[in-house]
């Protein structure tokens, strides 16, 4: 086992949250089982969809109505997006991270001590991590805090009074604020089959 995943792991079991489950194998992507590249890249392949639709919603409803309207795009469309791949693809997925703004986007327990250990760390230095969940695998991506994030996620006293009235009434225990360009925002996570259904 690489000195990098043990401190990695050192880490996340340090802070570990009572009642939270440790992932008993976990690697990074680049250090992943050559076996699972497979479920990896499937995996990958519906981040990056689940990505692209958001942002296609994100920035037609930034140009229609500016950040307040766009809300709604996280706060709908988001889970949307998530349940319609994640029955074309016979996978979970969704978003999570360590400052939540919706509470059912909590963590799953597998992810919440990687999620916890990488949090405020910089996107660009965090590339992702693979979990065995024995016939699945756990599959994190980070999302990197970018400029148009900050309409709804910079700090909350630079936000637009709309968009801070709108947070306040949907989200009263909002937690995602603060984030600076570069770090990681939050995680695409996947849970994906081994062995496809195509393989069986």
């Known amino acids: 086992m690489s000195r990098i995943r043990l401190v990695v792991i050192a880490c996340a079991l340090a802070i570990l949250p009572a009642g939270a489950q440790a992932p008993s194998k976990v690697w990074s992507i680049e250090n992943a089982p050559r076996e699972w590249r497979v479920p ?3 995996a ?8 692209q639709a958001l942002l296609a919603e994100l920035t037609e409803e930034l140009e229609k109505g500016g950040p307040g309207h766009a809300i709604d795009v996280c706060h709908l469309e988001a889970t949307g997006v998530a349940y319609r791949i994640a029955r074309e693809q ?3 997925t969704g978003r999570t991270s ?3 703004r919706n509470p059912t986007n909590a963590p799953r327990p597998w992810a919440a001590p990687i999620v916890a250990a990488h949090a405020g760390r910089k996107a ?3 590339n992702g991590f693979v979990v065995d969940l ?3 695998l756990g599959v994190l991506r980070p999302i990197a805090h970018q400029p148009v994030c900050g309409n709804c996620h910079g700090p909350a006293d630079r936000l637009n009074p709309a968009v801070r009235a709108a947070l306040a009434e949907r989200y009263p225990a909002d937690q995602a604020l603060g984030f600076r360009d570069g770090e990681i925002r939050g995680w695409f ?3 994906i089959p081994k062995v496809s259904d195509t393989a069986k």
């Open 124 to 126: 660009s230095k965090v």
């Open 90 to 92: 016979n996978i979970a």
């Open 40 to 42: 990896v890249s499937r």
């Open 189 to 191: 996570w996947v849970e």
């Open 98 to 100: 360590d400052r939540l």
């Open 44 to 51: 990958d392949l519906v981040v990056v969809s689940l990505q």
């Open 134 to 136: 024995g016939d699945r």
